[in-house]
């Protein structure tokens, strides 16, 4: 908490809640997705573990993270690593900007493409809604 120039970045804090542009946080929380399905690899579950821990699609830059952080990328060794010296705070907010940037930009294809289900479209909010009511 006491850290300077270090800030817990929007990314960095959705890799560590595990919610952000993961198949099982759109499906279960967000419901814009029909499955917590990873559209990287067709895993059953995409979760901010599993982006972090096991898809395929990131092992280039997973292995960038490993070299620096350790072998262990399990919630509380990542902390504990970032937390115990500069480099691995770096290194992890680098992975996090690159990869949920990357993943925010395809989700981002999926919504605009001509054949998107309905549930995939960007819903509105409360206020927009009533806003728009108001001009009617």
Same mark, same amino acid.
């Given at each position: 908490?006491?850290?300077?120039?270090? %800030?817990?970045?929007?990314? =960095?804090? *959705?890799? +560590? #809640?595990?919610?952000?542009?993961?198949?099982?946080? &759109?499906?279960?929380?967000?419901?814009?997705?029909?499955?917590?399905?990873?559209?990287?690899?067709?895993?059953?579950?995409?979760?901010?573990?599993?982006?972090?821990?096991?898809? %395929?699609?990131?092992?280039? =830059?997973? *292995?960038? +993270? #490993?070299?620096?952080?350790?072998?262990?990328?399990? &919630?509380?060794?990542?902390?504990?690593?970032?937390?115990?010296?500069?480099?691995?705070?770096?290194?992890?907010?680098?992975?996090?900007?690159?990869?949920?940037?990357?993943?925010?930009?395809?989700?981002?294809?999926?919504?605009?493409?001509?054949?998107?289900?309905?549930?995939?479209?960007?819903?509105?909010?409360?206020?927009?809604?009533?806003?728009?009511?108001?001009?009617?």
């Amino acid at each position: 908490m006491r850290r300077k120039r270090k %800030p817990l970045t929007f990314r =960095l804090t *959705q890799i +560590l #809640t595990g919610h952000g542009c993961f198949g099982d946080y &759109l499906c279960r929380t967000a419901q814009r997705e029909p499955t917590t399905e990873c559209h990287d690899c067709g895993a059953a579950v995409d979760s901010a573990q599993h982006t972090l821990e096991v898809c %395929p699609r990131w092992a280039v =830059l997973r *292995q960038g +993270l #490993t070299s620096v952080v350790g072998g262990d990328l399990s &919630l509380p060794s990542v902390i504990t690593a970032m937390l115990g010296d500069d480099e691995s705070w770096k290194a992890m907010v680098s992975f996090c900007e690159t990869v949920m940037s990357q993943k925010e930009a395809d989700e981002r294809r999926r919504e605009e493409a001509a054949d998107v289900a309905s549930i995939r479209g960007r819903r509105m909010g409360v206020r927009r809604r009533r806003y728009l009511m108001r001009l009617l």
